[in-house]
């Protein structure tokens, strides 16, 4: 490419044709925006940095964008370096995603940030998207991060987790903590190896942290809490529902449960896990939190529990009851365990929840108990649960001698209800 005079003509070679352009007062800007883009990016390929930046800031926005589009990425970074901030930004704005994409990750991150400062987050989200990882991420950590984060929560979260991991980890944390917790949540949620899902999860400050396990599906959040500290559990589980801590503590192992929970804990968190895991947290309480934990828990939590002690301890559990939990817990107790702790309980509590259980249950424990008391508890059920009890009870005659030890008035409506 060459330039030379010709009187009042500036005669331009490319491609080996000539281009005129008449007048003294007609720039090089103009001279280039009236030749075909591609012999215009040639023309500006053959000067230095400095004349073509200055060119290229000359011409009107669409010609000098149809010219960056035909330079190399490297040339085109060179030029939008070399002008002003907010003109290489619309410049930079108006190029093709890929292309601008390319050419941003050719400057230099210290040298890009008052220039992305003026480009939208959306379209820097693009531009970024379109980069290669490494690059991008320097740029990203080029940013401040209310910027960074605003631009983070734009990107598909995938996209967001890998530049997270590819960033310092001082930056990770600050675009973390400048995001909403809901968007952390998905961004984590995104991560598919446990190791990365760790690694960003260190980076995010304790206060975070409990907004974002609380977001968490319940398997990633126990991946999470599984391999955290335990101090730093704890912290977490003070901060933490007892509901979303019952959840996080399932899929770890009991030994470990145990020792990151408090006693007063363990009560608030058993009667929220599932039945198995509460059998196994409330049964390595001492005996006071144990009674205390068994007094909160759901009836057929509660049975599951009192089956693994002894009938003592049962009946002081019982004791501990409000009327409603030692109804619904007697109807799930094994029968041998009934049988051990009825005559500890309140007649009428006894007649209720015989009125609950299933008939052949009622039957079975009725069979194995002292006439006496049996007589007892089928006067207190209702007269329809007693009568289906005792004529399903074994062996044969056994009901006719309950029946004998009831009252007359309560023989006859036991008796008004059989088939």
């Known amino acids: ?32 925006m009236g030749m075909p883009a591609q012999a215009a990016a040639e023309a500006l390929l053959a000067m230095d940095d400095a004349e073509a930046a200055a060119i ?7 010609a000098a964008v149809r010219r960056l589009e035909l330079l190399p990425a490297a040339r085109a970074a060179r030029l939008l370096v070399l002008m002003d901030e907010r003109l290489s930004a619309r410049r930079l704005l ?77 930056t990770a944390a600050a675009m973390l903590t400048a995001l909403p917790a809901h968007h952390t949540a998905q961004i984590l949620e995104s991560v598919g190896d446990v190791g990365a899902l760790v690694g960003l999860t260190a980076r995010v400050p304790n206060s975070m942290l409990v907004a974002v396990l609380g977001r968490l599906r319940p398997d990633r959040a126990a991946a999470i809490f599984s391999v955290l500290p335990d101090s730093t559990v704890r912290s977490l589980l003070a901060a933490l529902p007892g509901r979303r801590c019952a959840e996080l503590l399932a899929p770890l192992p009991i030994q470990r449960v145990m020792s990151l ?18 059998v196994e947290m409330v049964t390595r309480l001492p005996k006071r939190s144990l009674i205390q934990a068994t007094a909160v828990l759901p009836g057929e939590t509660a049975a599951a529990v009192l089956a693994e002690l002894p ?9 501990a009851m409000s009327d409603e939990m030692v109804v619904e817990t007697v109807t799930h107790l094994p029968i041998t365990l009934v049988c051990d702790v009825l005559g500890s309980l309140p007649v009428d509590l006894l007649g209720t929840a015989f009125g609950r259980m299933p008939i052949r249950k009622a039957s079975r424990v009725l069979s194995r108990i002292s006439l006496d008391l049996a007589a007892v508890v089928a006067e207190a059920m209702p007269a329809r649960q007693a009568a289906e009890a005792l004529e399903v009870m074994q062996p044969y005659g056994r009901s006719v001698e309950v029946m004998r030890r009831m009252t007359a008035e309560s023989r006859r409506g036991v008796r008004a209800c059989m088939r």
């Not at 010709?6 to 007609?26: E, I, M």
């Not at 301890?313 to 019982?318: D, E």
């Open 94 to 170: 108006k190029l093709s995603v890929d292309h601008g994409a390319s050419v941003l990750a050719c400057i230099p991150a210290t040298h890009a940030g008052g220039m992305l400062a003026e480009i939208s987050q959306s379209h820097l989200a693009m531009l970024v998207t379109a980069m290669p990882l490494r690059l991008a991420a320097a740029q990203i950590t080029a940013l401040p991060a209310a910027n960074s984060s605003a631009v983070l929560a734009i990107l598909p979260v995938s996209r967001a987790a890998d530049l997270l991991l590819a960033v310092p980890d001082e």
């Open 311 to 319: 009938a003592a301890t049962v009946s002081r559990a019982l004791d």
């Open 56 to 62: 290229i800031a000359e011409m009107d926005e669409s």
């Open 1 to 32: 490419m060459s330039v030379e005079a010709s009187g009042s003509a500036q005669v331009v070679q490319a491609f080996r044709d000539a281009y005129v352009t008449f007048g003294k007062d007609r720039t090089e800007a103009q001279a280039l």
């Open 261 to 278: 929970l408090s006693e007063a804990q363990v009560v608030e968190v058993a009667p929220l896990s599932p039945v198995a895991r509460a």
